[in-house]
């Protein structure tokens, strides 16, 4: 069997119209019960959890193989003796939940008998959840450092000791700096 071509172009044996995917990103070469994975794209690829980028790398069927980080590699189609060329249309006769749309996500089916779900609901609370907790520490800070409380003698004064105070800035600070990680993790997916 002949080396199989992944990637976006039209001249590949396995098309996957994905921008994350290069134009040429990855070719498969048989070798007995094993493939050398020859990675040749700009986004690389991850082969169960090691990122490669222009190089190359023994695998084997189940191998979890992710093309620019997210997109499976069709192993039902490699398997195959014939090449296929898949152009996320479902032009041919091949289950289109196989295979990443043009977002990169999943038609809602499954691969290699495994059933992937979108988790909308868990990314919805996660984020709703994030903004109103560093909404609520940011109000218990400003409580601890704002707080005032009345003498008997009419005098405005602090309603907390100053560790208290400075507790409620530590906590302002870690929200921030929390909102920046989140907000850098968000933009790197």
Same mark, same amino acid.
């Not at 189609?77 to 060329?85: D, F, L």
């Not at 405005?156 to 989140?182: A, D, E, H, M, Q």
């Given at each position: 069997?002949? $080396?199989?071509? *992944?990637?976006?172009?039209? @001249?590949?044996?396995? =098309? ?10 990855a ?8 493939? =050398? !994975?020859?990675?040749?794209?700009? %986004?690389?690829?991850?082969? %169960? ?12 069927? /189940? ?6 980080? %997210?997109?499976?590699?069709? &192993? %039902? ?11 996320? /249309?479902? $032009? ?12 990169g #996500?999943?038609?809602? /089916?499954? !691969? ?6 979108? #988790? ?15 909404l609520? $520490? *940011?109000?218990?800070? =400003?409580?601890?450092? @704002? #707080? ?19 507790? #409620? ?6 929200t ?5 990680? &989140?907000? $850098?993790?968000?933009? @790197?997916?």
């Amino acid at each position: 069997m002949r $080396a199989i071509t *992944i990637g976006r172009d039209e @001249s590949c044996d396995i =098309i996957i119209n994905n921008e994350r995917v290069s134009r040429f990103h990855a070719s498969i070469i048989p070798e007995g019960n094993r493939y =050398i !994975y020859r990675d040749s794209s700009s %986004n690389g690829t991850v082969i %169960n959890g090691t990122m490669i980028r222009n190089s190359d790398k023994y695998i084997q069927y /189940g191998d979890q193989v992710l093309l620019a980080g %997210n997109i499976s590699l069709p &192993w %039902n189609r490699i398997q195959s003796t014939e090449p296929t060329r898949y152009n996320g /249309g479902g $032009a041919n006769d091949y289950e289109r939940s196989y295979y990443p749309s043009a977002e990169g #996500g999943y038609n809602g /089916g499954g !691969y290699g008998g495994v059933e992937y779900k979108t #988790g909308t609901g868990l990314i919805v609370f996660g984020y709703i959840l994030s903004i109103v907790g560093s909404l609520i $520490a *940011i109000i218990l800070a =400003i409580i601890l450092i @704002s #707080g005032k409380q009345t003498t008997f003698d009419g005098k405005r004064i602090s309603k907390y000791k100053p560790s208290s105070k400075i507790n #409620g800035w530590v906590i302002i600070g870690l929200t921030i700096l929390c909102s920046f990680v &989140w907000l $850098a993790v968000f933009l @790197s997916l």
